[in-house]
């Protein structure tokens, strides 16, 4: 039985991370990928934040499914994922302020991150709260994934930096396109064509379908 409970959680992990990744299988939640991927430690904390919410959220969503009226579920789930966003938000503007200020509108916007939702009625209102979880912290660690590697490379090219530090050779000529938006539509752009191009074709053509 705990073998089979731990093949589960694998298999729902693996789908949440690569599979089912919502920014490059899903195209969702791109608006904040392009918002805050300028500098790794604010991706890094929108991505922690996501991972909380989801998670969070669909634990919630699965603890009350037997109880939610269908009618008013979509109104129950937002309900929800606005509470833990907003403990996201006094828990950032309490203890990391500058970074809160620097995120801006992007934290109060995770209420409308189709991600979140779109787990919440798919998988949580249909599964136990195990699963939930390890679907929850799946779906946020895929976002958060898809969203470091573009910060990486443009924090890298644009101030040649890493987390505020210098790493690039003297001389260097920062790539100022890289810390504008249209930086962000290419480098996610291109991160989801080398996927899709170094994925197996059956696995293109279900997507197609």
């Given at each position: 039985?705990?073998?089979?409970?731990?093949?589960?959680?694998?298999?729902?992990?693996?789908?949440?991370?690569?599979?089912?990744?919502?920014?490059?299988?899903?195209?969702?939640?791109?608006?904040?990928?392009?918002?805050?991927?300028?500098?790794?430690?604010?991706?890094?904390?929108?991505?922690?934040?996501?991972?909380?919410?989801?998670?969070?959220?669909?634990?919630?969503?699965?603890?009350?499914?037997?109880?939610?009226?269908?009618?008013?579920?979509?109104?129950?789930?937002?309900?929800?994922?606005?509470?833990?966003?907003?403990?996201?938000?006094?828990?950032?503007?309490?203890?990391?302020?500058?970074?809160?200020?620097?995120?801006?509108p992007y934290v109060g916007l995770?209420?409308?991150?189709?991600?979140?939702?779109?787990?919440?009625?798919?998988?949580?209102?249909?599964?136990?709260?195990?699963?939930?979880?390890?679907?929850?912290?799946?779906?946020?660690?895929?976002?958060?994934?898809?969203?470091?590697?573009?910060?990486?490379?443009?924090?890298l090219m644009g101030f040649g930096?890493?987390?505020?530090?210098?790493?690039?050779?003297?001389?260097?000529?920062?790539?100022?396109?890289?810390?504008?938006?249209p930086g962000a539509f290419f480098?996610?752009?291109?991160?989801?064509?080398?996927?899709?191009?170094?994925?197996?074709?059956?696995?293109?053509?279900?997507?197609?379908?």
């Amino acid at each position: 039985m705990i073998v089979m409970v731990e093949l589960k959680s694998r298999k729902i992990f693996a789908s949440g991370v690569w599979k089912e990744n919502p920014v490059f299988r899903q195209i969702l939640g791109i608006c904040s990928a392009l918002a805050v991927t300028n500098l790794l430690i604010n991706t890094l904390i929108m991505g922690l934040s996501l991972i909380f919410v989801v998670t969070m959220s669909n634990v919630t969503v699965s603890i009350l499914r037997s109880i939610t009226p269908t009618r008013i579920r979509m109104m129950v789930q937002t309900l929800i994922i606005a509470s833990y966003v907003i403990i996201v938000d006094v828990f950032l503007k309490a203890y990391l302020p500058d970074i809160s200020e620097a995120l801006g509108p992007y934290v109060g916007l995770i209420i409308t991150n189709c991600i979140i939702m779109g787990r919440c009625e798919a998988f949580a209102r249909n599964n136990t709260v195990w699963p939930s979880f390890v679907d929850g912290v799946a779906s946020g660690c895929g976002y958060a994934f898809v969203l470091l590697t573009i910060a990486f490379f443009r924090e890298l090219m644009g101030f040649g930096t890493l987390f505020g530090m210098d790493v690039m050779p003297g001389g260097w000529t920062n790539w100022i396109i890289m810390v504008m938006p249209p930086g962000a539509f290419f480098m996610l752009g291109a991160f989801i064509w080398i996927v899709r191009s170094l994925g197996p074709r059956g696995e293109e053509e279900e997507l197609k379908k």
